[in-house]
């Protein structure tokens, strides 16, 4: 008997920038996303706002999901997914964000999404935002770091909650909230840029700006809670946190408290704040030792606490290691650097692959909130060759994924309570942290290419009969 329980929800993800493409068309207004060439990672070297016509960005036209989605549906729907996490481009229902109401095509290109969806008796799982407020909000007030970006996202968030009421039943607010607390979520995650500049070319991070951003978006989080429930008293709203298990390297107490601080920060602090709706008391000295000053209005500490979510989802790609050692940090490739694990192999683009931590993970994190979990975003990121025969033979993301499962099924019997499991990238899309096609994650191969070429034909990678014979079997047959 399957260890998962008979109605887990078993899927995939993507993230509205990323994949839909259609970028300038029925009204969409220009996300921050559409004005970057690189993805998050690489943003301080390559934001530029050039939107010329003819000039390519991957991301632009992406695999043009827009026009694709019955298709694309279709194979989820052929693998059995239960469940389809997919998020909604802001700038589709308010095209700079501070319209009064919202733009009809934008939504109906949703209603159309959903119907398509639950045809397939497929649950639609929506992600708020996911990496691509409108820019015309970073123009107008450095994204997050005003917060008259509070009203805008919960106008934008009611909207969604009144329009999809009893279609959609799982919604996260924002997807890797805690990419804030990363000097390169800056741009991305909270749409701010450096006070007084123009210059995308030349970023300087700005703690500051970051932490006030985040405190921006724990407040319109938890308004949106709020209001999705008295909307629809159905539906279940979640947080979304990007998981960078922190190992100390060594039993030195000094690479112990290095671990634990970095967790912290990182991985627990925007949880603390969803989950229990309270600013963690670690917290409070960070902001001292880094000069940080939390400007909040009377009501906002309410309003965090009358707003946690109902569930938590996070994803999970590597663990990392921290040192005390300075030379031995940033020895690991990993997204956060961090210092290198000899026990565990990396992907191409240098990510410390870990199963077995994601069953420790889990464990930590029911431990810590004892609510229902989710893990939304894993997979591989590689480099996929087409055989002569045309075939993808990706035994490589067939054998990460089994281990990941595996080692999720060895959680569920230590008694975490786990909802479903979305893997990234069901199809090929834009890399968030490249900008690039060439990292790819799909069950499905995209004909598209960073040369701009690619008839954008879709066709089965091995793993999709993998997946297929996972979900059929709830999990047993890996
Ligand atoms: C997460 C993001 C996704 C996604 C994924 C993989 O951080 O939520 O948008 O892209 O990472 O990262 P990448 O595309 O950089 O390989």
């Given at each position: 008997m399957s260890v998962f329980s008979d109605n887990f929800l078993w899927g995939g993800a993507v993230a509205a920038n990323q994949c839909e493409g259609a970028w300038d068309v029925d009204g969409k207004g220009i996300s921050a996303s559409d004005v970057c060439t690189g993805g998050s990672h690489t943003r301080s070297k390559r934001i530029t706002r050039t939107l010329e016509p003819g000039t390519f960005y991957p991301s632009h036209e992406a695999i043009d999901f827009y026009h694709h989605y019955k298709e694309d549906i279709a194979l989820f729907a052929e693998m059995g997914f239960k469940v389809f996490r997919f998020s909604i481009a802001w700038t589709r229902i308010f095209p700079t964000g501070m319209?009064?109401?919202?733009?009809e095509e934008g939504l109906a290109f949703y209603d159309r999404v959903i119907d398509e969806c639950r045809s397939h008796s497929i649950e639609p799982l929506i992600t708020?935002?996911?990496?691509?407020?409108?820019?015309a909000l970073t123009e107008k007030y450095n994204g997050w770091s005003s917060r008259e970006c509070i009203d805008l996202f919960v106008r934008y968030a009611k909207t969604l909650f009144k329009r999809y009421k009893g279609k959609v039943k799982y919604w996260l607010t924002?997807?890797?909230?805690?990419?804030?607390?990363?000097?390169?979520?800056?741009?991305?995650?909270?749409?701010i840029l450096n006070?007084?500049?123009?210059?995308?070319?030349?970023q300087v991070d700005n703690p500051q700006l970051r932490f006030q951003g985040l405190h921006h978006q724990f407040v319109a989080s938890a308004l949106a809670v709020k209001a999705g429930h008295e909307i629809d008293p159905d539906c279940k709203i979640g947080c979304m946190i990007c998981h960078i298990t922190t190992y100390p390297m060594t039993c030195n107490p000094d690479d112990i408290l290095e671990a634990q601080k970095r967790n912290q920060i990182l991985n627990q602090f925007c949880g603390d704040v969803q989950v229990r709706g309270e600013y963690p008391k670690f917290m409070d000295r960070y902001f001292k030792e880094n000069s940080l000053v939390i400007k909040m209005e009377p009501g906002d500490l309410e309003i965090i606490k009358e707003g946690c979510v109902d569930y938590y989802t996070f994803s999970y790609y590597m663990s990392n290691c921290a040192s005390a050692d300075p030379d031995l940090e940033k020895t690991s490739g990993n997204l956060m650097g961090g210092a290198k694990n000899p026990y565990l192999e990396s992907s191409d683009w240098g990510w410390q692959i870990d199963p077995k931590g994601l069953r420790y993970t889990l464990n930590e994190l029911y431990g810590r909130y004892e609510i229902p979990l989710m893990v939304v975003e894993n997979g591989l990121g590689a480099y996929d060759k087409k055989e002569e025969?045309?075939?993808?033979?990706?035994d490589y993301r067939i054998s990460y994924l089994k281990k990941h499962i595996e080692q999720m099924g060895e959680a569920v019997a230590d008694g975490v309570d786990l909802m479903g499991y979305t893997p990234w990238g069901c199809i090929d899309l834009v890399s968030a942290s490249t900008g690039e096609m060439a990292k790819r994650y799909g069950f499905i191969y995209v004909e598209k290419y960073d040369d701009g070429t690619g008839d954008l034909s879709r066709k089965k990678k091995k793993s999709f009969d993998w997946y297929k014979n996972v979900i059929e079997t709830n999990g047993e047959v890996l």
């Open positions: 319209e009064e109401t919202p733009n708020i935002s996911h990496y691509e407020m409108p820019f924002f997807n890797e909230i805690n990419a804030g607390t990363m000097p390169m979520g800056g741009f991305l995650s909270l749409g006070e007084g500049t123009t210059d995308f070319t030349n025969d045309g075939s993808i033979q990706d």
